[in-house]
């Protein structure tokens, strides 16, 4: 199985409305969901899958590090599973429970496979290998979204992302880009009533947050005409793989973030004035949030 060529045929000819595109991440940037969804889902299906009972305070600690607390936040979740393990592995009280620790070498193959990493193409690979480790780590990636879908308590949106999504509107063309499967994203925005604010929903199963602003770009927009806003190292990555400028939403500071977006920086994109230093002011606090070491390895 693999991810529906329409939607891509879709993304690629996406009407231009306006001389400006913004990319828009979702978890953790226009919604406070990232805690929730780790803690409450992610975390507690990853120990009942690979069995981690005796180890599940370290396993937490290893996977909120990965996913809330670190240069890693907001990754898709195959890569971040597999830094979660491979922290988990040198975590002393891991090592000091004596549980057995995941094997990762068929994840680590699959993460490093070139593959869009998303459970379309991880059903190819479970059905070309019969591989049992990726038979179980489709089966967890699978509850994951089943879990969500059903038992997820509803999390609104910041106030003051509402208030940017409506000027972005009005002014640009804008993409919600995530790494969270597009099911359930539409979901999350058509339960809030605010997918109207997007001309597009992409998710993991378009590829990478970079293919989802270069498709959608399609050579379009001027240079400098297009802005990512993220929560994530690796939404700024994209931003600068496709040339475009970063907003950052500084994890722990989300609402004051999207106040100053809407007070300033929109307003510098729209007329040419989000230079490369006031960029480099924006995202100090940003970095600063998120550091690369946890704090059981930091000296």
Request: negative net charge; contains cysteine.
């Given at each position: 199985?693999?991810?529906?060529?329409?939607?891509?045929?879709?993304?690629?000819?996406?009407?231009?409305?306006?001389?400006?595109?913004?990319?828009?991440?979702?978890?953790?940037?226009?919604?406070?969901t990232m805690s929730v969804k780790q803690r409450e889902h992610f975390h507690p299906l990853i120990i009942r899958f690979w069995g981690l009972e005796a180890c599940s305070d370290a396993l937490r600690a290893c996977a909120e590090f990965v996913n809330l607390y670190s240069r890693t936040r907001g990754?898709?979740?195959?890569?971040?599973?597999?830094?979660?393990?491979?922290?988990?592995?040198?975590?002393?009280?891991?090592?000091?429970?004596?549980?057995a620790?995941?094997?990762?070498?068929?994840?680590?193959?699959?993460?490093?496979?070139?593959?869009?990493?998303?459970?379309?193409?991880?059903?190819?690979e479970v059905a070309r290998?019969?591989?049992?480790?990726?038979?179980?780590?489709?089966?967890?990636?699978?509850?994951i979204n089943d879990d969500i879908a059903t038992r997820m308590r509803p999390v609104p949106p910041f106030a003051s992302a509402l208030r940017a999504l409506a000027l972005i509107r009005a002014s640009s063309d804008a993409l919600v880009v995530s790494q969270t499967p597009e099911a359930a994203l539409v979901h999350e925005w058509d339960l809030h009533g605010i997918r109207h604010y997007v001309d597009f929903i992409a998710g993991q199963e378009l590829g990478l947050k970079s293919e989802?602003?270069?498709?959608?770009?399609?050579?379009?927009?001027?240079?400098?005409?297009?802005?990512?806003?993220?929560?994530?190292?690796?939404?700024?990555?994209a931003a600068r793989q496709?040339?475009?400028?970063?907003?950052?939403?500084?994890?722990?500071?989300?609402?004051?973030?999207?106040?100053?977006?809407?007070?300033?920086?929109?307003g510098r994109f729209l007329d040419g004035t989000y230079t490369p230093a006031y960029e480099c002011e924006l995202s100090s606090a940003f970095d600063a949030a998120l550091p690369e070491a946890p704090p059981w390895l930091q000296a």
């Amino acid at each position: 199985m693999s991810a529906d060529p329409s939607r891509r045929e879709a993304l690629v000819a996406l009407p231009r409305r306006h001389d400006t595109l913004v990319g828009i991440d979702s978890d953790g940037c226009v919604f406070d969901t990232m805690s929730v969804k780790q803690r409450e889902h992610f975390h507690p299906l990853i120990i009942r899958f690979w069995g981690l009972e005796a180890c599940s305070d370290a396993l937490r600690a290893c996977a909120e590090f990965v996913n809330l607390y670190s240069r890693t936040r907001g990754s898709n979740r195959f890569p971040a599973l597999l830094r979660t393990f491979e922290l988990l592995h040198g975590h002393p009280q891991a090592r000091a429970s004596g549980a057995a620790l995941p094997a990762l070498d068929a994840l680590r193959a699959y993460v490093t496979s070139g593959l869009p990493l998303g459970n379309p193409s991880l059903a190819d690979e479970v059905a070309r290998t019969r591989d049992p480790e990726l038979e179980r780590l489709l089966a967890w990636s699978l509850a994951i979204n089943d879990d969500i879908a059903t038992r997820m308590r509803p999390v609104p949106p910041f106030a003051s992302a509402l208030r940017a999504l409506a000027l972005i509107r009005a002014s640009s063309d804008a993409l919600v880009v995530s790494q969270t499967p597009e099911a359930a994203l539409v979901h999350e925005w058509d339960l809030h009533g605010i997918r109207h604010y997007v001309d597009f929903i992409a998710g993991q199963e378009l590829g990478l947050k970079s293919e989802h602003l270069r498709l959608a770009a399609g050579g379009a927009y001027a240079p400098g005409q297009i802005l990512m806003i993220g929560d994530a190292l690796g939404d700024r990555a994209a931003a600068r793989q496709v040339g475009a400028h970063f907003f950052p939403i500084t994890p722990g500071s989300e609402e004051a973030s999207w106040e100053r977006f809407c007070a300033e920086a929109y307003g510098r994109f729209l007329d040419g004035t989000y230079t490369p230093a006031y960029e480099c002011e924006l995202s100090s606090a940003f970095d600063a949030a998120l550091p690369e070491a946890p704090p059981w390895l930091q000296a």
